[in-house]
């Protein structure tokens, strides 16, 4: 999602909730009025399309597979 997308979809949201405020739409106590709403965004969440490749984050997920997989095994059958 680029730069101008999330803008415009920001743009957008905000209109909605002043177009809910002008009618006489009222929230209950319940719920929660985030104040970034581009947060709650799939994509942008950690672990998505944003994620770097580091070499250190690879080797670390390597790793952390490897000790699994060694878990698992069963030592004394063999």
């Known amino acids: 999602m680029s730069l101008k997308e999330t803008l415009k979809k920001a743009k957008q949201i905000e209109r909605q909730l002043?177009?809910?405020?002008e009618?006489?739409?009222?929230?209950?106590?319940?719920?929660?009025k985030p104040r970034n709403y581009l947060?709650?965004?799939?994509l942008l969440r950690k672990g998505g399309i944003h994620e770097k490749e580091d070499?250190?984050?690879?080797?670390?997920?390597r790793r952390r597979e490897t000790k699994q997989q060694?878990?698992?095994?069963d030592w004394l059958s063999e």
């Open 18 to 21: 002043e177009q809910q405020a």
């Open 23 to 32: 009618t006489g739409v009222q929230h209950s106590l319940g719920t929660v």
């Open 39 to 42: 947060a709650l965004d799939p």
């Open 55 to 61: 070499i250190d984050i690879v080797r670390k997920k």
């Open 70 to 73: 060694l878990r698992k095994t």
